[in-house]
């Protein structure tokens, strides 16, 4: 797919060098120093960190070092026009706060302030964050550990974490504004995260919420409003590489013949290719006539109602679904898309922020069972053991996990893991392939057919589940558990899952418990979880959530993320001295990014 996913391009990170604004002699002497601290913060962040696409994020170093309020204004200047959505002020000195802060509403800030003794760089940062916080724009403070030499244009390893931790969630604050979350459909069975709500998308995230109904995808094939040559490619690519299980699920009077099933698969590919156009448009379809369809709806995620309607009549849109999640297609491999599974658009925000902070898919998953140790002896006559010896969750669902969450992909120690799409080799991608049967879905829930992925996800792999819950009178909340994904003894695995809804993929999970209510056994994560989905990233990223969530004023509610690296703006430590209650305060009194 060469087709560009969004309007416009990413956004910049910019970069304010303040200094002394004493010409003269002071001004002068600190120039170069200044500067480099610019050039080593790019450079660090150049190296280290990639827009969706893969390719290195672009910074802008103002034109000048900023020392008068002029030089401010001309900085706002140059970074507006060149698309700066976060900015980083450096400074080894001291400077004039209210006449070099960033003062613009909406880029997200941080101010490192170097830590030295010949010039009062922390002096100016405590300055300038002091005013931030009367001024109401918060910022993130970066104060190194340790005193460094004034010449140095090393950038300390505690400096490197906050400006990564801070510069990946202010890219993805940045990245998601102005963008579009596509319901396709509306409401799914009654589920309170598929009533859309416009308001926090709007006003929290600064993006649009767009509808189509689901009839549009039956208008499109009946129309011929797809490009029919990627359709007999995927369709083949799909023959070859999805292989179809053997129908264990359907009673003898719902098992659909072979004709039935090479129908339904003609229709879930075409349905593909047309969700995906829908959310981001295709310039096939211009040239076939269909201006406004190639157009697309600018969608950075998006959701698919399914259930019942469609469902009942259709096949579903469990490949749709896990496919465009997925990081490979027939294109080759390629970014995953952001498809919430029965239009869940509150997960579907949960892996929006995974897959900004991470670049990688994410795993749509119920939240279905927590088996206790005693329940699991019970009814396997076996003792659970190793990481999920105080028991597990069985994240479980039709529909939209990807299929990267098999967790067929490694690190560099052969450990299962979920990476960019630029790190994933074709094996790999064969590997998750292969690692996936398609069953015939369960025709008592989903009456009109269709595949549903199944896969047992390789025991191992850190991961993050994350949920994004709204409350009212109190607005969004966001949860945060991170752990390891888990493999059990294959008979028990085989027990448990054939008590459920075996045509599904399973993701067995252990969140890791600490002294926090929330945490203090595996029960309680599952009892204290807000809704009946989470979304489930790679890695241990509950820091960066935590900063993201800050930047979008939106509170954490549950996290078992060691305080140590919870990261803030500055501000934060103004509303207490507990951190939790601290952070619910903040962002009540700062209010939404985006409100009106
Ligand atoms: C088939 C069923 O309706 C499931 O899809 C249902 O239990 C859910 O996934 C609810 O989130
Ligand atoms: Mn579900």
New binding site residues.
Partial sequence: MTTKRFQGQWPKIGIRPTIDGRMGGVRESLETQTMNMAKSVVSLLTSTLKYPDGSSVECVIADSTIGRVAESAACAEKFRKEGVGVTITVTPCWCYGSETMDMEQHTVKAVWGFNGTERPGAVYLAAVLAGHAQKGLPAFGIYGRDVQDAGTTEIPADVKEKLLRFAKAGLAVATMRGKSYLSIGAVC?G?AGSIVNTDFFEDYLGMRCEGVDEVEIIRRMTEGIYDKDEYQKALAWAKANCKEGEDNINRADLKKDQAGRDKDWEFIVKMTLIVRDLMIGNPKLKEMGFGEEALGHNAIAAGFQG?RQWTDFYANGDFTEAILNSSFDWTGIRSPYILA??N?ALNGTAMLFGYLLTNTAQIFA?VRTYWSPEAVERVTGKKLEGLASAGMIHLI???AATLDGSGCQNDKDGKPTMKPFWNITEAEAKACLDATTWMPA?RE??RGGGFSSKFLTRGGMPCTMVRLNLVKGLGPVLQIAEGWTVDLDPAVHKILDERT?KGWPTTWFVPRLTDDSNFKDVYSVMNNWGA??GSISCGHIGADLITLASMLRIPVCMHNVSSDDIYRPSSWNAFGMDKESADYRACQTYGPLYKK
């Fill in positions: 069975m589920i259930q599974t029965e869940d119920d669902n039709s529909g369960n829930y989903f809804d009946n989905h």
